[in-house]
């Protein structure tokens, strides 16, 4: 029973690193899950009828084990699994060395010390869990996230402390009549800075996810503001056009009516109306800021034929910094632009609501299908290292404004469609 147990406890072990570490789900297919777990319980059983533990068998269930049970490309979970396989070994080692120096004074003479694997299993999972809360699950940075030199750290890492602990655990083990607790006591200490230094590595390499990203969020706020800029660059330059020839579209204009061609001069009035039409801002919402991200927004939406409406107007500014709005409004138009593209019928709709606490943005968009589950914030691109910021930058800046959202994707009428309500609160008048 032994041997079924640890290959048990390794199992549930490499599944709750894997899913909840590396972000690999299970597969649906029931009959590989099944196979999964057969092939585990049959190693077990192997090694209980010849009374081994051999590393090949041990290596087999574990890969197999691996690649049966989770949805992902063979090659990339062969590597995990064999990764698991030995960091997680490292850390079982040193919960092992934990429980028999402190517990059992360094070993006992006639102690079937195999029965301490389980105590070293349950360890081991309260490592991995602390890891998971306190570092991974609470900066919403995995281990699929961190850069390839940090995961090949924590193994080098891993094997050096391995190898200078089993030299000093088998001296202690030889010697332990000849300590007292203080020497133990000490031991136990070096493991548990051994076990926090992974912590340290692993932490670093979060700051560095976590670096990257906020300069990935700023690159592409930057790259909006540009586009923004662009897009007011080039009215600017349409209206010093039209000012420049404005001269001469009134000396037309007079001759015109000097020699009575009221229609001509009419027809004349009409044509300069609609070019002046080109570069003035369509869309009025009463802030400013607002009107450029909501304009620029406009403008693309004609280029690529996407219906685009707003309706209501605010009455005051919105209590949001420049930077924010366009974090804010901006993904969202964004997102709601690159989605209404792969509909049938491409349409946007903004309205804008005003209370007497708060004000909202509601965003409609037309979308290709609807979405079924509820994590909208995962991105549907294939660079999702990339992307997927969008979502979660306009829930830190509605959060940061004490402000509430709600986003769903429904189907009506044979038409898909996502809508994302913001309520932001209004400034309380002094």
Request: hydrophobic fraction near 45%.
């Amino acid at each position: 029973m032994i041997y079924i147990a640890d290959n048990i406890f390794n199992y549930l072990i490499y599944l709750f690193i894997i899913h909840y570490g590396f972000r690999i789900n299970p597969r649906k297919n029931r009959l590989f899950v099944g196979a999964s777990v057969i092939i585990v319980l049959s190693a077990g059983a192997f090694n209980a009828y010849y009374d081994v533990n051999s590393p090949i068998v041990y290596i087999l269930w574990s890969v197999l084990s691996v690649i049966l049970f989770f949805e992902d490309r063979f090659v990339h979970l062969m590597i995990v699994s064999v990764s698991l396989m030995y960091f997680t070994g490292i850390i079982d080692t040193f919960s092992v060395m934990l429980i028999q120096v402190v517990m059992i004074g360094g070993g006992i003479t006639g102690t079937d010390i195999m029965w301490w694997m389980e105590p070293a299993y349950l360890l081991s999972f309260f490592i991995y869990l602390l890891v998971y809360w306190q570092i991974l699950k609470k900066h919403e940075v995995y281990l699929c996230d961190i850069e390839l030199k940090y995961k090949f750290v924590l193994l080098i890492q891993g094997s050096i402390f391995q190898m200078f602990y089993n030299f000093v655990f088998v001296f202690f083990n030889e010697n332990h009549a000849m300590y007292g607790w203080d020497a133990y006591a000490v031991f136990f200490i070096s493991i548990t800075g051994v076990i926090y230094s992974v912590f340290l590595t692993l932490s670093l390499a979060v700051k560095n996810v976590l670096s990257d990203r906020q300069n990935r969020e700023l690159q592409s706020f930057m790259d909006m503001q540009k586009q923004q800029y662009d897009y007011q660059l080039q009215q600017s330059v349409a209206v010093r056009r039209f000012k420049h020839d404005l001269v001469n579209h009134i000396g037309v204009l007079r001759e015109l009516l000097n020699e009575k061609k009221t229609k001509e001069a009419k027809e004349y009035i009409d044509t300069i109306w609609s070019v002046q039409n080109e570069f003035d801002l369509k869309i009025h919402t009463g802030d400013s800021f607002l009107d450029i991200i909501v304009n620029y927004y406009s403008y693309l939406a004609g280029k690529e034929k996407v219906e685009f409406t707003v309706s209501g107007r605010l009455t005051e500014k919105l209590p949001l910094e420049m930077f924010d709005l366009t974090t804010l409004v901006g993904n969202i138009l964004q997102n709601a632009f690159e989605a209404a593209l792969k509909a049938d019928v491409p349409k946007i709709h903004v309205e804008l609501i005003e209370h007497t606490k708060e004000i909202f943005i509601v965003v409609v968009n037309s979308t290709d299908r609807a979405v079924k589950n509820k994590k909208f914030f995962v991105t549907s691109k294939k660079d999702k290292r990339n992307h997927g910021f969008g979502l979660e930058n306009i829930a830190a800046t509605v959060q940061k404004y004490h402000g509430e959202y709600y986003m769903e994707s429904v189907a009506e009428n044979g038409e898909a469609w996502f809508k994302i309500s913001i309520a932001i609160p209004r400034e309380e008048k002094t």
